[in-house]
């Protein structure tokens, strides 16, 4: 016998009228109370990964794709083709799974994360932009000020270990999108965490932006100026 557990589940009025919106698009229009029940179990089964699992269609699609790239000449990867072959014909999609866990994998960007790095490599690139046409004494004074970090300030990426999500983002857009381009010789590995600072740095740096959008501190498209940079790197 299936064990039940009666409990109370408080929601605001927004989520009830998503609820009742879903329950109005089935068929049989379910209580709330079954139309939650099926959203949690559905909302369960997402969360779990399944077994990789092609329709005959699909079968058939993979076959001749594999059939097009053994039969064309000067094809250097034989071998995949020949596994993919095989699995079709045994059934042993795990091995694919085994053998190509690069592409059978679950993993989505973020966008919150994405818009995150986009604006961290967007600050770090004023940054350099703006200590590279610095005067030399205002070079020195920034070294002065902030010490360590003041001097010849580079963007040096993310944790490679800790924060490899955000590392790995940085390194698309730049590699293979071409974004950022000043960062391209960089490994972007940190081999410490900066996220946490990077936010702070963030937060200054929206606080400048909004004094150059004031009456009396109008400097949009100018670059940043030895003070902003000192405020900025003494968070570093």
């Known amino acids: 016998m299936v064990k039940t557990e009666r409990f109370e589940l408080r929601l605001d009025e927004s989520t009830i009228d998503r609820i009742d919106a879903w329950r109005g698009e089935q068929r049989d229009l379910p209580s709330r109370a079954e139309a939650i029940r099926t959203l949690v179990y559905t909302g ?6 399944k077994a990789f699992r092609p329709t005959s269609s699909e079968k058939l699609i993979m076959w001749m794709l594999a059939e097009v790239l053994r039969q064309h000449k000067g094809y250097e990867d034989i071998k995949s083709v020949e596994l993919i072959q095989s699995a079709i014909y ?21 966008p919150e994360a994405l818009d995150f790095v986009v604006d961290t490599m967007a600050m770090w690139r004023a940054i350099e932009w703006g200590y590279e046409k610095l005067s030399p004494e205002d070079r020195q004074r920034v070294e002065d000020q902030v010490k360590y970090w003041g001097k010849n300030p580079k963007f040096d990426g993310f944790d490679g270990n800790e924060e490899g999500r955000y590392m790995s983002m940085a390194k698309f857009m730049v590699e293979k999108l071409g974004r950022f ?9 940190a081999h410490a965490n900066t996220v946490s600072t990077y936010r702070e740095m963030l ?11 004031s009456p009396a501190y109008r400097r949009a498209g100018q670059l940043l100026n030895a003070d902003e940079l000192i405020e900025l790197l003494k968070l570093r």
């Open 203 to 213: 937060q200054k740096y929206a606080e400048i932006e909004a004094r150059r959008g």
């Open 90 to 110: 045994g059934g042993h999609f795990w091995g694919l799974e085994w053998e190509m866990s690069g592409i059978f994998h679950d993993e989505v960007d973020d």
């Open 181 to 189: 381009e000043e960062f391209r010789d960089r490994s972007l590995n």
């Open 44 to 49: 369960l089964e997402a969360g779990r990964r």
